[in-house]
């Protein structure tokens, strides 16, 4: 009886760090998405920085 109940909290922990592990990977990628999005906003407003500068020499 004490073996079986082991067992099942065995898998249930087994389960758990899975969907940890998953969520885990999915905020990285999310991140890493946001990252991307933040440099492109970064580069575009650089861009945009140097413009109006030449314009107001």
Do not use: C
Not at 12 to 39: G, R, S, T, V
């Amino acid at each position: 009886m004490l073996y079986k109940e082991l067992q099942q909290k065995d898998r249930l922990i087994d389960d758990l760090n899975k969907k940890l592990f998953d969520k885990e990977n999915k905020y990285y990628q999310q991140f890493a998405k946001l990252e991307k999005a933040m440099q492109k906003y970064n580069d575009q407003a650089t861009w945009l920085s140097s413009q109006l500068g030449a314009m107001f020499k």
